[in-house]
């Protein structure tokens, strides 16, 4: 895990990150008039509204449908109050989460000092999305998204439990980090071979990790705590099998996608490998290079667009613990 050295005043400040309470300005709205009260919603979320009503519960079976259209069939479908009022009981106040975020985003700044501190809002939207971001101006974190792995209006077809076990508010911090170093990182590589891939998402996971040090890097990849201790206890051998079936350079994504992707498991690795541990092992490349590189900037590393020539110098040799 990387350890970050803030100043003693990043600390002593307690920083607080306010959170404007989307969802319960909309459901305040009259539903008999919701034109006046969705002029009235403008002015307070001039970012916001729009991307909800255009994106977030637009229709997209139906390309004619206007935004106030869609802002009306929300706000009186029984089933979207009902979960608004599931939302309103399991976060009724959000005290710890500015606290959190003001965490995160004092190591946000430290490490990406160009960048502000966006707006950060909650909203419901029927399990569209959990947490998005808007250029650097707008943070959304969609609560619904975070009611407990067991809430009932959770399709396991759609969220099976490996996804739902991240629908805990303990994981929102993580999520937003997971949101905000999407967008510092370039854009993908070209070449879409599996190192390409895991040293890309392997710097997704390095930033995260200096956005939330202290949190368990089972968060940061939605592992279990035993899945997670499985990693550490089996690199070597993971490693291994990936250089033995000629997977690092292929570009071949049935055979990678498990590797890269969310998934139950990974058995091009290991049948009890959990999804994405290719990513995981770029991490681990990603943290070679940096401890054999202590002057590379973060940017330096970022910026590193050649894969061969990165693992090369990262010198990476995973042991056998």
């Known amino acids: 895990m990387t350890v970050l050295f803030l100043s003693e005043c990043d600390f002593s400040e307690g920083k607080i990150i306010p959170i404007k309470r989307f969802e319960r300005a909309l459901f305040a709205l009259d539903t008999n008039n919701v034109q006046i009260g969705a002029d009235s919603l403008a002015k307070q979320y001039p970012i916001m509204l729009p991307l909800f009503t255009n994106n977030l519960i637009h229709d997209q079976t139906n390309p004619?449908?206007?935004p106030l259209q869609a802002l009306n069939s929300f706000l009186r479908a029984p089933q979207i109050r009902a979960l608004n009022d599931s939302v309103q009981k399991a976060f009724p106040d959000?005290?710890?989460?500015?606290?959190?975020?003001?965490?995160?985003?004092?190591?946000?700044?430290?490490?990406?000092?160009a960048k502000p501190t966006p707006e950060v809002v909650t909203f419901i939207s029927e399990y569209a999305t959990d947490v998005f971001t808007a250029g650097d101006s707008l943070c959304g974190i969609g609560l619904d998204m975070f009611l407990g792995e067991y809430y009932p209006g959770y399709n396991p077809e759609i969220f099976p439990a490996f996804i739902r076990r991240q629908f805990k508010p303990e994981y929102i911090p993580v999520r937003l980090a997971k949101a905000l170093a999407q967008n510092l990182l370039p854009p993908p590589p070209a070449e879409r071979r599996l190192l390409d891939l895991m040293l890309h998402n392997g710097k997704l996971l390095y930033i995260i990790d200096l956005l939330l040090p202290e949190t368990p890097d089972s968060m940061k990849m939605g592992y279990t705590q035993v899945q997670m201790e499985g990693c550490f206890a089996n690199e070597k051998e993971v490693w291994a099998r990936i250089l033995d079936q000629n997977l690092l350079y292929s570009a071949d994504y049935t055979k990678i996608r498990k590797l890269i992707e969310p998934s139950p498991n990974a058995p091009a690795v290991f049948q009890e490998a959990p999804g994405e541990i290719g990513n995981w092992v770029g991490w681990q490349i990603i943290k070679a290079y940096k401890k054999r590189n202590s002057n590379a900037s973060i940017q330096d590393i970022l910026n590193f667009k050649d894969a061969q020539k990165f693992l090369?110098?990262?010198k990476y040799k995973p042991k056998r613990t």
């Open 94 to 113: 959000l005290g710890w989460l500015e606290k959190d975020l003001g965490y995160l985003f004092s190591n946000y700044q430290h490490n990406f000092p």
């Open 312 to 314: 090369e110098q990262s």
């Open 64 to 66: 004619a449908e206007m």
